[in-house]
């Protein structure tokens, strides 16, 4: 069975450019999750998707933006890119309320580098 | 304050020695516990799940949880160099919109 795939695997950007990444979940899963893992600072949620809707969002401004599609495909999109915004995207899936048992099944990530 | 603390290290023993790695944190609603394994390069993978307090064991590896005292730790026995990555712990309420992760503890067994 395929796992969490994420593209691209790296991308390089400078400030104020738009980034987009791409995830695809475990074939039956419906829920999607982005998370932030910055440099010391963990992982950080971003957005939850869970049958195409918004069903959570972290503590980030508006610029990050996402979506799920009908084939649970998700994208998350990062506009007027900062230095800061440098880190490691990770894509999670699962089934619905697996946020309980943690069965959450990540990707390798999208490695994102501002300049 | 962060909801979840984790001391990052970096941690290094030798093989063969057990390891204790930690997590504090301040939401007294949480009551699911998990730890999950990164290894370099690698998403994070669910290694144990516990629910509530108490102790669940699997193989050479033990999770606990005092909900009294806010913490939780992983337990490695026998630990092998395969063990070497970062250990987050991340845990959530019930019916909890997200799941919420500690800083993670790089952790080097030294053959």
Not at chain 1, 70 to 95: G, H, I, K, M, Q
Request: hydrophobic content about 30%.
């Amino acid at each position: 069975e395929a796992g969490v795939t994420q593209s691209p695997t790296h991308l390089i950007k400078t400030r104020g450019q738009q980034a987009t990444l791409r995830c695809s979940p475990i074939s039956g899963h419906t829920s999607v999750y982005w998370y932030q893992q910055a440099l010391g600072l963990g992982l950080q949620f971003l957005l939850w998707y869970d049958e195409g809707e918004e069903r959570n969002r972290g503590n980030f401004p508006p610029r990050f933006s996402g979506r799920q599609f009908p084939n649970y495909s998700s994208e998350l999109n990062v506009n007027a890119l900062e230095l800061e915004d440098s880190a490691l995207y990770l894509c999670a899936s699962s089934r619905w309320g697996a946020l309980d048992t943690g069965e959450l099944f990540f990707g390798e990530g999208s490695r994102l580098t501002v300049l | 304050q962060k909801e979840v603390e984790q001391d990052p290290g970096p941690l290094s023993v030798p093989e063969g020695a057990i390891v204790s790695l930690n997590c504090t944190y301040s939401n007294s609603a949480f009551q699911y516990f998990m730890w999950y394994r990164q290894y370099s390069r690698k998403g994070p993978e669910l290694l144990m799940y516990t629910y509530s307090s108490g102790n669940k064991e699997d193989g050479r590896f033990t999770a606990q949880v005092d909900k009294s005292s806010k913490y939780i730790s992983l337990f490695i026995r026998d630990s092998q160099p395969s063990d070497s990555a970062t250990y987050l712990c991340a845990m959530s309420a019930q019916g909890a919109q997200k799941l919420v992760f500690g800083q993670g503890t790089r952790l080097t067994i030294n053959p």
